[in-house]
């Protein structure tokens, strides 16, 4: 965890440090890979070229030392089993040394063992490397006249201080290159994502300024990038959204402030007056509380239809059951025939239409679409309930008295807007049966001429669409 955390704080926050380190990161890595692998590869080849050498060597020394039977060799032939540029070692074949070529006392040693090697391999030794190889030489002897000694072995080695001191500067070099390119690589990179997410710095000012205050200032969508004014148009439209949603809230509260000032102001005056005794007789005491018993049944009212919006707002889920909407249908313009009688109320439906909801709400619709109805239309007005059976049901209700203008039919369904054919109502009864339908994952709409139609469609119980969102 401690390694974590640490890795964690040293990797930058930001955009541009992320982009120009992984950059960076990137390319040191790149370039230290292929370095190793040109440096390993360039080692293997300087030994590959010396074995090459040595075996050359080695060839020439046996074609001289190994012959059939035997054969004597002085000094003077000696030079002729190694170049100038490579070491000798003769070894008798109790495995002391004859002759030593191109080493120094310390050396000797350490080369004579690898007299068994067929092979090229590497004798390190303190000041330099060998590269060397053994030849047998059973029928050889050194010497000059009666002094002669058989001569069991040789070994041949080259000097690798130049392919070494090569493959140093070789690595030298490549760090040196790796640092510019590193410099040159984090410099260029930091001009390129620095002129690249100019356009999000540009953004970032404009919604800093909106987080300030300003409600018309919107992020720049002109001279960016693709990707850029992309995510500018979505932020704007989210800015925009946002404006619109609280333009709408503030424009409730103030009308939802408005709706309930009014039964508060009258049930507020008739307490004064009450309490100052100015209601000295039983009628008027009894005015007083039924008045303000109205006044409170109407605040009760909207408060419980705000509460209502504001719970379907919030996607509270309501009943999946099956309804009988032509139930509802007729059980509401029973309850309105009795309430307005000077109403013309009929019902048109096949038995039993069923739907998928919540029954209570399903009510509210019916009983806000007649009552609506009723409440705007002059007495002997012909209301009229139609029920469609199919898939989707469509539900109608029709009425024969004023209609709407184009711009109330266009706000018909705004919360606290009243339609304008007659005055009265909180302007909320229409807004939920938008909501509560909405929630059912049905639709609303309405048309207005010579008879206003309002047209709801819920889906039949049992289709494929009757979830309610």
């Known amino acids: 965890m401690g390694v974590r955390s640490t890795l964690r704080h040293l990797v930058p926050r930001s955009i541009r440090g992320r982009l120009l380190v992984g950059l960076v990161g990137l390319v040191v890595t790149v ?6 692998v040109m440096w390993v590869a360039l080692d293997d080849y300087l030994i590959w070229r010396r074995d090459d050498q040595l075996i050359a060597y080695r060839d020439r020394a046996a074609s001289i030392a190994i012959v059939p039977g035997d054969r004597t060799i002085g000094q003077r032939q000696i030079a002729a089993l190694a170049p100038r540029d490579s ?13 030593a070529q191109n080493l120094t006392n310390d050396e000797i040693a350490s080369v004579a063992t690898a007299s068994g090697r ?10 330099r490397d060998l590269r060397v190889i053994g030849v047998d030489t059973p029928n050889l002897s050194v010497g000059d006249g009666d002094a002669t000694v058989a001569a069991g072995s040789l070994v041949l080695g080259l000097d690798l201080t130049e392919d070494r001191e090569l493959t140093r500067h070789f690595r030298l070099v490549g760090l040196a290159v790796v640092l510019v390119a590193t410099a040159t690589v984090a410099l260029g990179t930091a001009l390129v ?5 100019r356009p999000l710095q540009t ?42 949603a609280e333009a709408a809230l503030r424009d409730f509260i103030a009308d939802a402030a408005h709706e309930l000032r009014t039964p508060l102001t009258v049930i507020n005056g008739w307490a004064d007056l009450a309490m100052q005794s100015g209601l000295d007789d039983t009628d008027s005491a009894e005015l007083a509380v039924e008045r303000i018993s109205a006044e409170a049944t109407r605040m009760r009212m909207l408060v419980d239809e ?20 032509t139930a509802i249908a007729e059980e509401v313009c029973t309850d309105a025939a009795i309430v ?16 998928t909801g919540d029954d209570l709400r399903l009510r509210q619709v019916f009983r806000n679409l007649v009552g609506n109805a009723v409440q705007h239309t002059p007495p002997g007005t012909h209301v009229g309930v139609a029920v469609s059976d199919g898939d989707p049901v469509v539900i109608r209700v029709i009425d024969d008295g004023p209609g709407l203008t184009d711009d109330q039919r266009a706000h018909v369904f705004d919360r606290f807007h009243r339609a304008g054919r007659a005055e009265g109502g909180s302007g909320l009864g229409l807004a939920v049966v938008d909501a509560i339908v909405r929630a059912h994952g049905g639709s609303v709409s309405v048309t207005s001429g010579e008879r206003t139609e309002f047209m709801v469609r819920l889906s039949r119980f049992g289709s494929r669409d009757s979830e309610i969102g």
Do not use: C, W, Y
């Open 193 to 197: 994502v620095r002129t690249g997410l």
């Open 340 to 355: 307005a009688p000077d109403h013309e109320i009929s019902v048109t439906a096949a038995d039993h239409i069923v739907v």
């Open 306 to 325: 705000l509460l209502l919006l504001a719970r379907l707002d919030a996607r509270q889920p309501l009943d999946k059951l099956p309804v009988d909407v």
């Open 87 to 99: 070491t000798l070692v003769i070894l008798d074949r109790s495995g002391d040394v004859l002759v």
């Open 203 to 244: 953004m970032t000012d404009s919604a800093a300024a909106i987080a300030a205050g300003s409600t018309d200032e919107r992020l720049p969508t002109t001279g960016a990038s693709k990707e850029a004014e992309v995510l500018a148009a979505t932020v704007n439209r989210a800015f925009d959204e946002r404006a619109a």
């Open 31 to 36: 370039m230290l890979v292929g370095g190793v």
């Open 118 to 127: 067929t092979e090229p391999t590497t004798v390190a030794l303190p000041t």
